[in-house]
């Protein structure tokens, strides 16, 4: 089980337990090091949490794992400016309920951070949760969130992008429907149909048990052309790229433009409507945006 939970003055201890551990296992990573901390005092280590803005740690069955500090900047901004998770501890998405808490915190500021281009597990935690990158010099990158629509972008590419590609690979046909709304309006599709969610559903089932009986499988990517989103609703719409491979080894690609409506309902997106087509070209699918990529939400 993983909670998070801010930390005061009073919990020093578990802040230098985390602290040293990050500036150990990860020296590249900080700005400190670990000898500038290791024999720090009580007071010093009070003095560092009195300081911040917020100071959060994540715990797995209630032992520390992971932490992430902020500060307030004089813009009224927020300075993200430390985030670890301890290796035993990784791949459970502590960092990312660690950066979701420090944005609902900041809530309608601005927030901000540096990082190194090498660190590309950071990078990819930081730009999957809304971040993108506004600077680059000689030093670290500098990243800034894109705001409310970057923060409903991640949600989209968590709850529906990344579950689709993966319910594809897999071959998973009930976690692929359980990505649509029970009321979904399906369109297009190589016969040219609208379908309600029951003939869909059979479609696909129907569908993906004829691709089993021939060994015969399928992977599919998108990317987008155009993301609109209020925080409940959205339309998106780009262009996806389907690869299916047959028993024998050999495979085909299509392409085709897609356009999508989710509603966000008790915290979860789902597809309300869904249409493609196959008349887009490998060009088109080069040409659009990676789902991880959030500058058109800051633009």
Do not use: C
């Amino acid at each position: 089980m993983i909670t998070v939970r801010a930390v005061g003055v009073d919990d020093w201890a578990i802040w230098r337990e985390l602290r040293l551990a990050a500036l150990a296992d990860a020296p590249h990573a900080f700005t400190s090091t670990l000898d500038d901390w290791r024999d720090a005092s009580e007071l010093r280590w009070r003095n560092r949490l009195a300081a911040g803005a917020l100071h959060l740690v994540a715990l797995a069955e209630d032992k520390p794992a992971g932490m992430i500090g902020a500060a307030d900047n004089p813009d009224g901004s927020v300075e993200l400016v430390s985030l670890w998770v301890a290796p035993p501890a990784r791949g459970r998405g502590l960092g990312d309920a660690l950066v979701g808490e420090l944005l609902d915190w900041a809530g309608e500021r601005t927030v901000r951070l540096e990082v190194f281009a090498a660190n590309v597990p950071a990078l990819d935690l930081y730009r999957r949760n809304g971040f993108v990158v506004d600077g680059q010099g000689d030093g670290p990158l500098t990243m800034v969130h894109g705001g409310p629509v970057a923060r409903s972008l991640a949600e989209l590419n968590a709850q529906i992008w990344r579950p689709y590609r993966a319910a594809h690979a897999a071959g998973d046909t009930e976690a692929f429907l359980a990505l649509h709304a029970p009321d979904l309006i399906r369109a297009g599709g190589p016969g040219q149909t609208v379908l309600d969610f029951p003939t869909y559903a059979a479609a696909s089932r129907a569908w993906r048990a004829d691709l089993t009986a021939r060994g015969s499988s399928v992977a599919i990517e998108f990317r987008f052309t155009e993301r609109i989103t209020d925080g409940v609703l959205a339309s998106e719409r780009g262009v996806y790229r389907l690869t299916g491979t047959r028993a024998d080894g050999d495979s085909a690609v299509f392409h085709g433009h897609f356009h999508t409506f989710t509603r966000k309902t008790d915290g979860r997106w789902r597809i309300v409507v869904d249409y493609d087509n196959t008349d887009a070209t490998p060009a088109d699918f080069e040409a659009a945006a990676d789902p991880d990529d959030f500058s058109p939400a800051t633009r």
